[in-house]
């Protein structure tokens, strides 16, 4: 089970700021901006190069979700949203999640 999935069952807490029936978001534990906010899909798709063409309408909600999760926080100076895949994306939860970072202004380009 991934890390994730534990904290989607409850066995790991987190703060929970939106739940529906297939997705969940939570603040990360290292916030890199005042809002930091992970956006999981229940079912662990392992990764966003490990989706396929019948994730498409869980990846269309999941980006709903966090424009939703941005209007509750109050993120209308604006905000980014980022995947990291794989290696050199620097994922290291093997468990699809975007990040909503808002709250201050953010360089470009990342690190
Ligand atoms: P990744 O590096 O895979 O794109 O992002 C994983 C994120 O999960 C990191 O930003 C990290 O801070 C966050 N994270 C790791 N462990 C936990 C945890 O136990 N709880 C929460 N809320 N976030 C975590």
Redesign the pocket.
Known sequence: MT?FER?IHGE?P?SFVYEDDLAVA?????PQAPTHV?VVPRRPITSLSASRGEDAALLGHLLVVVAEVARREGLGGGYRVVI?DGAHG????PHL?L?LLGGRGLGWPPG
Do not use: K, P, S
Request: overall charge neutral; hydrophobic content about 45%; glycine content about 6%.
């Open positions: 890390l904290i790991i987190a939570f603040r990360d534990i290292h992970l990291n620097g994922q290291t939860v999640h990040h």
